[in-house]
Nanobody, 123 residues
């Protein structure tokens, strides 16, 4: 298990922006993929954005063009910049540490998830 600590959630009006961070203590992001997932109460956890060890990215269709995933190897930190937020983006967002260099949104691709940070978008 990789210690994952998210921060940056909050409340914003539709059309606004938020930036999330996830520090993966002692985890070498240059060798493993990372991702952001989100979940609403009673709903399934769904992949939002993924970044491979080599920097290639993958986005859920509904967030592509609005969200950007990046990482800083030196700081062992993963980021998610979210622009033009919509009420349907409201959820608990968690980062996930991958088991290999490349991954998709399959839960089996990941070692563990952080506890999450709440994002609330009002209309």
């Amino acid at each position: 298990q990789v210690p994952l600590v998210e921060s940056g959630g909050g409340s914003v009006q539709a059309g606004g922006s938020l930036s999330l961070s996830c520090t993966a203590y002692g985890f070498n992001m240059s060798r493993y993929c990372m991702a952001w997932f989100r979940q609403v109460p009673g709903g399934e956890r769904e992949g939002v954005a993924e970044i491979d060890a080599d920097g290639d990215t993958l986005y859920r269709n509904v967030v592509e063009g609005r969200f950007t995933i990046t990482k800083d190897h030196a700081k062992s930190t993963l980021y998610l910049q979210m622009n033009n937020l919509k009420p349907e983006d409201s959820a608990t967002y968690s980062c996930a540490a991958g088991k290999s260099m490349f991954c998709r949104f399959h839960p089996s691709d990941f070692r563990n998830w952080g506890q999450g940070t709440q994002v609330t978008v009002s209309s």
